[in-house]
Structures are given as structure tokens and as C-alpha cells.
Nanobody, 125 residues
Framework: QVQLQEFGGGSVQTGGSLTLSCLAS????????MGWFRRAPGKEREYVAG????????EYADSVKGRFTISRDNAKNTGYLQMNNLQPEDTAIYYC??????????????????WGQGTQVTVSS
């Protein structure tokens, strides 16, 4: 079980930047991958980025490549999503997600079992 809480949402103008944080808590020392998703008004949830336990595995949606950077600090149990050059179409609720490794191999999984409550990001033109 992993509990997740997001921080850092807010409102910015087009071209601005925001950094989201995701604080994870769990019992024991199980390794887990982290991901970020978003849901825009009237749209389906969209995968944004994922990162493996060591950070060597990274994935990004095409829509955010070159603008967003996912990272993590395992000593702080925290994941991050640095968002630059934000556009109005990035407006959404952003969710942090985690997936425990059943048998550890440093990869970004296709599915995530644990989710945060979400944080709103609004980009105005």
C-alpha cells in the first residue's frame, strides 16, 4: 500500500512554469515506480510521464516531451513534475500514481495501483 499526496498546483499564464510534488508514504521499504496523469475537463485521463525506482527509466507523453521533466528523490519519498512553457491545453487536474514492484526490475510499468487526490493546474492565455 502506498499513500500519495500532491502539492504545487496553481494558476499560471501561458509560457509559465510550475513544479508539482508527490509525497509518498508506505510501510517497509518496497520499491515503487511513480507516474503522473492528468484529466482535463470533459476528457479522459491522460498519461503524462513515468519514472522507475532508480530514475533510469523515464517515459513521457508526446504532448509534454521537451517541456515537462519527471524526477524523484527516494531519500525524501517524493516525486516531482517540472512543467515549463505551460499552455492552456495543459489545464487539468494532475494526479500522482505509484506502482509497487512485485519482483523488482527497474522499469516504468503500464499500470499504476495507487493514486493521489489530484491537484489543479490552470493555464490562462
Amino acid at each position: 500500500q502506498v499513500q500519495l499526496q500532491e502539492f504545487g498546483g496553481g494558476s499560471v499564464q501561458t509560457g509559465g512554469s510550475l513544479t508539482l510534488s508527490c509525497l509518498a508514504s508506505r510501510r517497509g521499504s518496497s520499491k515503487y515506480a511513480m507516474g503522473w496523469f492528468r484529466r482535463a475537463p470533459g476528457k479522459e485521463r491522460e498519461y503524462v510521464a513515468g519514472i522507475s525506482w532508480t530514475g533510469n527509466g523515464l517515459e513521457y507523453a508526446d504532448s509534454v516531451k521537451g517541456r515537462f521533466t519527471i524526477s524523484r528523490d527516494n531519500a525524501k519519498n517524493t516525486g516531482y513534475l517540472q512543467m515549463n512553457n505551460l499552455q492552456p491545453e495543459d489545464t487539468a487536474i494532475y494526479y500522482c500514481a505509484a506502482q509497487l514492484y512485485g519482483s523488482y526490475s527497474d522499469y516504468v510499468p503500464n499500470e499504476f495501483s495507487f493514486w493521489g487526490q489530484g491537484t489543479q493546474v490552470t493555464v490562462s492565455s
